[in-house]
């Protein structure tokens, strides 16, 4: 079965620093989501993509937050500049077409930043 | 908000019984889905249900949706050890794309 495939698994980085997620979505699917859980909270979401563009954002994810679909399979997220309470799993997501149709995740980024 | 909830919080059964967990929402919603998570893991679906759908059945899962009620259940029958997970509920609204998770029930099954 197709499935979301992220990277790096785990990272650990420093306060300050920029980290980059990676995700490859599921071939044909035309939304890309990224969600984040803090350890032991709910599933929050971030940001929704498609046709090239945000088209959905919570506020949690401000200026400090991008994403960009650099080419035809990758979709990443940049934190600029990380603090401590950016320490989460963050989950990459993916669906084919419109409203109604399955939402598929990644295993997840656990990003802790020291 | 649009979030699901689900109760109960957490829940402890043994091996061969039956699980149900319950979900509630506040706004009007295209669908709402299911989903597993083993500890530290990422989301697995298990069930989608649309609605104007009232129940659907995969395997050993059988999942209610009230609209009237804006609730959904989700039951798992005969349940195994390998079950012990959390399971969240998520809904996307009539206009939007994006999901809205509860805050999960943990469920141990003990073997």
């Known amino acids: 079965e197709p499935e979301v495939t992220q990277t790096p698994s785990h990272q650990v980085t420093q306060m300050g620093q920029e980290v980059i997620l990676r995700c490859v979505p599921i071939s044909n699917h035309l939304y890309f989501y990224w969600y984040r859980q803090i350890l032991g909270q709910k599933v929050e979401f971030l940001v929704s993509f498609y046709n090239n563009e945000i088209s959905e954002k919570s506020e949690i994810f401000d200026d400090q937050f991008s994403v960009e679909r650099p080419d035809g399979s990758n979709f990443t997220l940049k934190i600029r500049s990380t603090k401590l309470e950016d320490s989460a799993m963050y989950f990459c997501a993916s669906r084919s077409g419109t409203a109604g149709n399955t939402i598929y995740f990644g295993e997840g980024s656990w990003l802790t930043v020291v | 908000s649009q979030q699901g909830e689900e109760d109960p919080q957490a829940l402890s059964i043994q091996e061969g019984e039956n699980a149900t967990m319950n979900c509630s929402y506040k706004?009007?919603?295209?669908?709402l889905q299911w989903y597993r998570q083993n500890s530290g893991r990422g989301l697995v679906h298990l069930i989608l249900i649309r609605s104007n759908e009232r129940e659907k059945h995969s395997g050993r899962l059988r999942v209610t949706l009230d609209t009237s009620k804006k609730s959904s259940s989700l039951l798992i029958t005969a349940s195994r050890a390998a079950d012990t997970a959390s399971y969240f509920c998520?809904?996307?609204?009539?206009?939007?794309?994006?999901?809205?998770f509860g805050a999960g029930t943990i469920l141990r099954v003990k073997s």
């Open positions: 706004t009007s919603i295209n669908n």
């Open positions: 998520a809904t996307d609204g009539v206009y939007g794309n994006k999901l809205v």
